[in-house]
């Protein structure tokens, strides 16, 4: 049965949201465009910030969805470890989708969703610190990685401090090494200087730039 929902998991991540949604609504083929993968900040690139919001939401429903399925379909004897295990599975088939040659997303909306599922009151702490990290920063590949760091801190805290369950902590381990190996590109024009910009800090370079005597 774990294994059974582990392949659930790997195919309902599998799911390209943001190629269905930009193919839907501009005709274009996602992975053509910007980074070429399938998430939402990739999405709001080819076809605006609605198609964008709509991806990064049902990515996300794809990893609490694997979890929930974990959850219904183990018993509490395998519950935890099935459910990081799902989590981990969604953001593996959302990576690498069956349905597009094994190229996908970055995995940071799956990601979210499923510690969503592992603990519902995470998304009041793990996605408006994302956010911060994104708008304060201006780099969307630090702030995906910033998330399962997050996470692993959240769900550590409460291991130690309220008795969770420490298959959790694990749950944002592997979440970091899926994200950071996706972002292997990412990190190395960030560390050559090249990454793009984004939120208030492109808009005031853009305004330092135009203000510059030609």
């Known amino acids: 049965?774990?294994?059974?929902?582990?392949?659930?998991?790997?195919?309902?991540?599998?799911?390209?949201?943001?190629?269905?949604?930009?193919?839907?609504?501009?005709?274009?083929?996602?992975?053509?465009?910007?980074?070429?993968?399938?998430?939402?900040?990739?999405?709001?690139?080819?076809?605006?910030?609605?198609?964008?919001?709509?991806?990064?939401?049902l990515d996300a429903l794809k990893g609490t969805g694997s979890v929930w399925l974990a959850q219904w379909l183990l018993g509490p004897s395998n519950e935890a470890i099935g459910m990081v295990l799902a989590g981990l599975c969604a953001i593996l088939g959302h990576n690498y989708s069956i349905f597009l040659r094994f190229k996908g997303g970055a995995g940071g909306a799956p990601c979210v969703g499923a510690a969503m599922g592992i603990w519902a009151w995470s998304v009041f702490i793990v996605p408006p610190v994302g956010l911060l990290v994104l708008f304060g920063i201006g780099y969307a590949s630090v702030a995906t990685l910033s998330v399962s760091v997050i996470i692993t801190v959240l769900f550590a805290y409460r291991t130690y401090f309220q008795q969770a369950p420490a298959e959790y902590i694990w749950y944002g381990v592997g979440s970091l090494v899926l994200l950071a190996w996706a972002l292997r590109p990412n990190i190395r024009r960030l560390l050559r200087g090249e990454e793009r910009i984004i939120g208030w800090r492109a808009k005031r370079m853009k305004q330092a730039d135009a203000g510059k005597p030609r």
């Open 1 to 57: 049965m774990l294994l059974l929902v582990m392949v659930a998991a790997y195919l309902i991540g599998s799911i390209p949201m943001g190629f269905v949604i930009v193919k839907a609504v501009s005709g274009q083929d996602v992975r053509q465009v910007g980074s070429g993968r399938t998430g939402g900040t990739n999405a709001m690139r080819a076809a605006g910030l609605s198609a964008g919001l709509l991806t990064a939401l």
